[in-house]
């Protein structure tokens, strides 16, 4: 996957994720390297951690999804 697949894959999860009501009050940053997208910051909830990994793990052209979502109050 070059760069070009991976700056989509980067803009489709984020705008996924900031368009998405159930992470209001996240904060993650994402970056997107031969297809294994990195997910990292802040959720307030475990629910969105899993929502985050989820929404990621879901688009095309994804090769893996790892990351360091830290719970914020």
């Given at each position: ?62 090769e ?8 914020t109050?």
């Amino acid at each position: 996957m070059g760069s070009w697949e991976d700056a989509c894959l980067e803009a489709a999860v984020r705008q996924s994720l900031e368009r998405d009501p159930n992470m209001a009050g996240s904060h993650i940053q994402i970056e997107v390297e031969a297809g294994r997208v990195c997910l990292r910051g802040f959720v307030r909830s475990t629910r969105q951690r899993e929502r985050a990994f989820s929404v990621a793990r879901n688009f095309g052209g994804t090769e893996g999804v790892e990351g360091d979502l830290l719970l914020t109050p």
